[in-house]
Each structure stands twice: as C-alpha cells, then as structure tokens.
C-alpha cells in the first residue's frame, strides 16, 4: 500500500562556507533534523553519540562537506551518507551530500538490524533520501533547480509515493 | 547566519572532551590525507602497506575515529612521516636566556 507523501527542502543552518539543509514532511512541525534531535534528549542513553554528531557537523562546517569526510549508504553514486559515530556505533544520522557545501538531512535513529535495509524504523528514512537525490539530480538536469556555490535555487517541493 | 534553536539548544550541551577527541581526530585525518597527497598515495596504497582492509582505512579518515597510540605509530612508520608532535614544556615556556648568561659571564676587572 501507498500513500502520496509531500515535503520540502529547507535551510536549516547557515556557515560561511556550507548550508545545512534538511527535509520537511508537509503537516510537521519540525525538519527531519530538528525531529531527529528531538529523539534525544539531552540525559538518553546515548549523550555521547550525540555530542559526536553535533561535533562532527560542526567541523563539517568549518572544513566543507569533503567526500572523505562520509560514510556511503544507500545505493552506489546516489550521495547517502550516514555521519560516522565511532562511540558505541548504535546511532545513525542520514544526509545527502550534494556538494562540498550543500548537505541535505535527514532523519535517523538507533540502529536495530545489520542493515538499514532489514530496520522497519531506519529504511524509510534513507529511501526517502534516495529519492530526493532521484528527484534532485533529474532536476537538476532539466534546468529546474540548480546548486549555486552553497545554495539551492528553484523547485524545492516534492512528491513521492510512500510505502506503508 | 541562520542556525535552528533545537540544534543550538543540544549544541550548547556537548562534552568539550568529545568536542576535543573530535577535532584531534579531524587534525590527524587531515594530516594523514595531506602525507598521502604528497607522496601520490592512496588509501588503498596505504591500507596494503598496514597490511589491512582499504574499508578500515576508510572509517579511519571520516574524522571521529579514536586513534590508539599503536595506530598512529604504524601510519606514521608505514609513511615514513610524522603525524602527531609532542608539545615540550620548554616550546611552550621559552626561558630568558639573558639572565643565566650575565650570571655566567666572569666579572670583568674593575677599571684603572
């Protein structure tokens, strides 16, 4: 079964030299990323991976979104990534990398299978991913959004068909 | 600059100690980056000298990897260059020379 599911892409943070953007399901209060910090309160079982995360996009930020940088998810060439936590390793936080200045987020959680593919919780997160680098690229190529140096210009509403 | 409170809310909470492992972790990726760059070397050229997986390498150089003191002895030899440096107390308090070398100096006859 499917539903149409729509959103936006919009600017959450802003660094001299890079943009954090993140998705916005229509009817939400809050961006993907928002949403995903709101799961972890400052006090959870995991303050540690947290404060990783939050260091790592600071440095992020202060250096560019080089490739090095990421850890690829999804499928082959489509820019998932999933920022690398190297303490206790349960918690992933997706994005898409766009260029060395544009980051789109995602959303995320605790990992609850060997792969994103066998996790109910995480799977719709990156498969919402991979279809807005689908959506973007061909976008891209038809002249209706276009990346200048860390912006996103044209078109940043989307709609997908979701599985339930 | 646009920021989101929720994020600059939990921002204000992170461990400086987490905040520190992870910019030394991105200092010694960068550096490791920078000797591979120099010397026309790739992760993989760097994976097989270690003798491990170009995947672990990898995970290496995302930049929150806690580097064991063995890891970097074996980058470091492996490259043949140095990745971390030690800060000697005398680099970071450099001493007057000027005084020991007056004490030291023999006193001069008085004048006629």
Redesign the interface.
């Known amino acids: 079964m499917t539903a149409k599911q729509h959103y936006s892409i919009e600017l959450v943070e802003e660094y001299e030299n890079i943009n954090f953007y993140s998705i916005h399901l229509d009817g939400k209060e809050q961006t993907e990323l928002e949403a995903f910090f709101d799961k972890f309160p400052i006090g959870c079982d995991y303050d540690e991976e947290i404060d990783v995360i939050i260091s790592w996009m600071d440095k992020i930020a202060e250096k560019g979104a080089l490739e090095r940088y990421f850890r690829p998810e999804g499928h082959y060439g489509d820019g998932v990534g999933v920022i690398p936590i190297d303490v206790g390793n349960k918690v992933r936080l997706y994005c898409l990398r766009l260029s060395d200045k544009i980051l789109v987020f995602g959303n995320g959680g605790v990992k609850d299978a060997a792969t994103w593919q066998e996790s109910e919780l995480l799977a719709p997160y990156v498969k919402l991913l991979i279809d807005t680098s689908r959506f973007i690229s061909s976008r891209i190529k038809d002249g209706s959004l276009v990346l200048v140096d860390k912006e996103i210009i044209g078109n940043l509403n989307f709609s997908r068909d979701e599985e339930k | 600059?646009?920021?989101?409170s929720?994020?600059e809310a939990?921002?204000m909470?992170?461990?400086p100690l987490?905040?520190q492992?992870?910019?030394l972790?991105?200092q010694i990726?960068?550096r490791i980056?920078e000797i591979l760059v120099a010397k026309g070397l790739k992760q993989k050229d760097l994976a097989s000298l270690l003798g491990k997986k170009e995947a672990e390498i990898?995970?290496w150089?995302?930049?929150?990897?806690?580097f064991t003191i063995d890891t970097l002895v074996s980058i470091e030899k492996a490259l043949d260059a140095p990745i971390l440096q030690v800060v000697h107390q005398e680099s970071r308090y450099p001493v007057c020379e000027f005084e020991p070398m007056m004490a030291n100096e023999p006193l001069s006859p008085p004048e006629p």
């Open positions: 600059m646009k920021r989101s929720i994020i939990r921002r909470h992170v461990n987490v905040r492992n992870v910019d972790s991105f990726v960068d980056h990898s995970k150089m995302r930049g929150t990897h806690n």
